[in-house]
């Protein structure tokens, strides 16, 4: 016998109750971006290598280890995406969206990202997100509010009643963040030999990505080193200051988080995660970016997003009990005559928008009730071989004859 193949280390299949999961979060989420003024927009799946070399920044994780670099036949290097931003920029550029009168440009997204990391719970290789960018000139105060307002009310749809916390941080201009990268670098020097391996070659290479370290010996250096607070211009500390006022106005509670620094390399001013269960990590971070565009051949425009990793808001749903997903039918069509009428209702029915569905002619009858109940299906239609029509109600097992009229006017 052949050797069964299994499906790649950190993938996930989708099939039955999971999959229809994953689709109706896909459906409510977008929704709720186009609520708030979002289009939607898909990207490669790849793209060339040094878009995210250039973007997401040669000293952050992702681009140093995580990449699935594809071995193709041609001279260019090619990388499956490990996130959104970088692309939707791309494409901003190279069709010259920012030409539009109707600025800010408002995209949404939801697929799949890939990053070659270890799997664990709620790390995977292949994932997906969801995500906006709002793009502009100058990405002004409600634009950064209402974006992290758009995160936490999108995990906050999918979640219900879990309490999702937002922290939230200042990474402050090009200039603030040289000074402070040479405070850590300062301060840390010292250290160094102490701490993990990775953290060695961040001082050189980012010294802000030590505070991002997991390593609990690392973090009691960690917790003494200097504030990036301390480092901000006064404008930087003003905006910064005005966003943790406008979220107070609207109700949004929220953690300054000194160490929240993000691990790609393109964020400058505002910050911020979302998390429900801490050990599953961030639920969405995001932040604003102001030279991306210009990094990548644009124009001097401004950028502000986030993104959500769906199969982390699953596990926070299922790590509370609270994933109630049911898949229903309004109508399962029993055809006793074995000539097509079966067909010809469920047609009807659906054009009117109803979920419907029908077992296989070979069915017993005994087996297509099962099969009804399995399927949660509401209400049987039998289309009986003495030519009536019965209709049964699953919840009071009812049955009562119903005329095919009567079915039409349903
Ligand atoms: P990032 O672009 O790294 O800020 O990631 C945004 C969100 O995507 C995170 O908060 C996670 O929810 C999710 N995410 C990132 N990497 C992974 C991964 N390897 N597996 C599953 N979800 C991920």
Do not use: W
């Not at 995406?81 to 190279?94: C, G, H, K, L």
């Amino acid at each position: 016998m052949s050797e069964i193949i299994k499906k790649p280390r950190g993938t996930v299949d989708y099939f039955y109750d999971d999959a229809s999961v994953l689709i109706s979060i896909k459906n409510k989420l977008l929704s709720l971006a186009e609520r708030y003024g979002f289009s939607f927009c898909t990207v490669p799946t790849f793209e060339e290598s040094r878009l995210f070399h250039r973007s997401v920044g040669e000293s952050s994780d992702i681009v140093r280890k995580e990449t699935f670099d594809l071995i193709n036949k041609g001279d260019r290097s090619y990388t499956l995406r490990p996130e959104f931003t970088a692309s939707i920029n791309r494409a901003v550029i190279e069709n010259k969206f920012f030409s539009s009168p109707s600025l800010p440009l408002k995209f949404s997204y939801f697929d799949k990202a890939f990053r070659y990391e270890r799997p664990q719970t709620g790390r995977y290789r292949e994932f997906h997100q969801f995500g906006v960018e709002i793009i502009d000139e100058k990405i002004d105060l409600s634009s950064q509010v209402e974006t992290l307002l758009l995160a936490i009310d999108a995990c906050k749809m999918i979640l219900g009643d879990i309490e999702v916390k937002a922290k939230i941080n200042f990474l402050g201009s090009v200039t603030s963040r040289d000074n402070y990268k040479k405070a850590l670098y300062s301060f840390f020097a010292d250290k160094i030999q102490y701490m993990c391996e990775d953290c060695k070659r961040r001082l050189e290479t980012n010294p802000l990505r030590i505070l991002d370290c997991k390593v609990d010996e690392d973090r009691k250096f960690i917790q003494d080193a200097p504030k990036i607070t301390d480092y901000l211009t006064e404008e930087d500390r003003e905006e910064f200051d005005q966003i943790k006022k406008l979220l107070l106005k609207l109700n949004v509670s929220f953690q300054v988080d000194d160490n929240l620094v993000r691990g790609l390399d393109y964020y400058t001013g505002f910050v911020f995660e979302l998390y429900s269960d801490e050990k599953l990590g961030a639920l969405a971070g995001g932040g604003k970016y102001s030279s991306l565009m210009k990094e990548l051949g644009g124009p001097e425009f401004e950028g502000i997003g986030f993104s959500i990793g769906i199969e982390r808001l699953i596990l926070s749903l299922i790590g509370k009990g609270s994933l109630d997903y049911k898949k229903s039918l309004d109508y399962f069509v029993i055809d006793l005559r074995k000539n097509g009428d079966g067909l010809i209702i469920a047609k009807k029915l659906r054009d009117k928008g109803y979920k419907v569905s029908l077992p296989s002619f070979s069915r017993s009858m005994k087996g297509a009730i099962k099969m009804a109940d399995r399927e949660n299906a509401k209400n049987v239609i039998i289309v009986d071989s003495d030519m009536t029509y019965k209709l049964k109600d699953m919840s009071t097992r009812e049955q009562k004859d119903i005329t095919f009229e009567e079915i039409l006017g349903l």
